[in-house]
């Protein structure tokens, strides 16, 4: 059994075969049912933005599941699969789950950092559990993913810097003013980073947005988006006055705005600060107005210089988080573990209480005339016996599946107390676990009215029950991976 993951992303892909992959909700319903639907994958969560589509799965064993993925993804795009197979990337085992643990926190987004793949990734995961095509390990897995991402952005700065020409340009303001509320916004031209930067100079608490504009219509458009004023550049002297932030777009030729025409401004404003914001190429604003008092001018050289160096921020962060993705990858191997160690177990209790039970039957079947009292006293001590003998395996498997060779530790305990066989027969020919109600019936002793032995058939039955039913097996999905 393998956890893997199938997926092109903007690295892996051009835009144009990414496009072919992308999912409709109504699509990824479809596709999660059809994967699942397979023989070979038994859980799968199909994750899809404009960046990536991914599909995640549990499969019973590598190269059909993978075939299975491959087969569907060239059904979804209509491509033949050697059009995008070298677009492909694919992981398995704990690399499957680091690769996912590294997409959540950001680690892997166009953006560094940035937050809202993790929205699309629990979105996705949310969608593929309703339809009922996750279980008990992609349960745990995707909850994990989870954490990791909010552990990242609360122990670390990996989110805190600016990296976009928009929140750089808010980044600058904050450190002129000391707040954004109630700041004037003023917008020369309508173009979409014009657009963009003044939309988060807003959401930061500067309220009054004004937009100036060769086209009056255009102007208005965008005002309105804000609830703010439209001019007409034959305006921009009364608008210059009234702002507090300048942004600066438009496609005009020469400047737009002179060191003169400032000047005269800020002569009426009083000398107020007057931070403005040029992202024009070729520049807009008169690079000379910089020399001015209480004028603060930068261009898109300087804000990509902010970003710069923002970005070296969040890459000396990305190191803390990576030590998170860690911690949780070896808090969910352990799980892992646990859960293999659990199965084992319960084989353990199983075989011995059926040792137990063949006893009491020969017991009965050899000698005639003990009493049920006699009975009772030799079930009990054969019980405590058979407690004794296994409860410091048990106590030490449970401690070792927690370490680092448990993988080794679990086969071992295996080998030595014969589960192998225990295990095998509680599968089916086709390798998948059988569910409860086909459990194997347990051995019914002779002596089905002695009241000793129907309570050790009866515990038996429910071990076997237990065992039948407890589902995959774990560290068989995991992957046989040491630490990484």
């Known amino acids: 059994m393998h956890i893997i993951v199938v997926g092109l992303n903007y690295r892996s892909s051009p835009v144009e075969v990414r496009e072919r992959f992308a999912f409709t909700d109504a699509e990824m319903e479809a596709g999660i049912a059809r994967l699942v639907g397979t023989q070979q994958v038994r859980e799968a969560v199909i994750v899809s933005t404009c960046n990536r589509t991914e599909v995640y799965a549990v499969v019973d064993a590598l190269k059909p599941g993978l075939d299975t993925i491959h087969a569907y993804l060239a059904e979804h795009s209509g491509l033949a699969q050697g059009a995008f197979l070298t677009h492909l990337y694919e992981y398995e085992g704990e690399q499957a789950v680091r690769h996912l643990f590294r997409v959540t926190a950001g680690l892997d987004s166009m953006v560094l950092g940035e937050t809202q793949i993790l929205g699309q990734v629990r979105s996705g995961f949310l969608f593929s559990q309703e339809q009922g095509k996750t279980g008990r390990l992609f349960n745990n897995l995707f909850r994990r993913a989870v954490t990791v991402a909010k552990r990242a952005h609360s122990e670390t700065k990996i989110g805190e810097n600016a990296v976009s020409v928009s929140y750089a340009a808010v980044e600058l303001a904050k450190k002129i003013f000391e707040s954004l509320d109630h700041k004037t916004v003023l917008v020369i031209g309508a173009g979409k980073m014009s657009e963009l930067t003044a939309k988060h100079l807003n959401a930061n608490g500067a309220t009054k947005v004004i937009v100036c504009n060769r086209t009056y219509e255009r102007a208005k458009e965008l005002a309105d988006k804000f609830n703010g004023k439209a001019l007409d550049m034959n305006s921009l002297d009364l608008a210059l006055k009234e702002a507090d932030i300048v942004v600066s777009s438009t496609g005009a030729e020469g400047y737009v705005v002179t060191k003169a025409h400032v000047q005269a401004t800020m002569k009426k404003r009083r000398h107020r600060p007057l931070f403005l914001i040029d992202i024009a190429v070729p520049r807009d604003l008169d690079p000379a107005m910089g020399d001015l008092d209480n004028v603060f001018l930068y261009d898109i050289d300087d ?46 209790r199983q075989k011995a209480l059926g040792m137990q039970a063949d006893l009491m039957q020969n017991l009965n079947n050899k000698v005639q005339n003990l009493s049920d009292k006699e009975i009772h006293t030799v079930n009990k001590l054969t019980m405590a016996l058979v407690n004794q003998l296994i409860h410091k395996p048990i106590t030490e498997i449970k401690d070792m599946a927690t370490e680092d060779d448990a993988v080794v530790y679990l086969e071992a305990f295996k080998r030595l107390f014969g589960l192998e066989e225990e295990a095998a027969s509680n599968r089916p020919a086709d390798g998948k676990d059988k569910p409860k109600q086909q459990a194997d019936k347990p051995k019914q002793p002779a002596e089905q009215g002695n009241p000793s032995v129907v309570a050790v058939q009866a515990q038996m039955e429910q071990t076997r029950q237990e065992e039948a039913s407890a589902g995959a097996r ?10 990484h």
């Not at 774990?474 to 630490?483: I, M, N, V």
Request: hydrophobic share 45%.
């Open 303 to 348: 804000l990509e210089g902010v970003i710069r160096v923002n970005m070296e921020e969040r890459a000396k962060e990305a190191e803390k988080v990576g030590v998170i993705i860690g911690e949780e990858l070896v808090a969910f191997r352990q799980w892992m573990n646990a859960q293999e160690a659990s199965p084992l177990i319960q084989g353990l």
């Open 474 to 483: 774990p560290a068989e999905l995991f992957g046989r991976y040491g630490t």
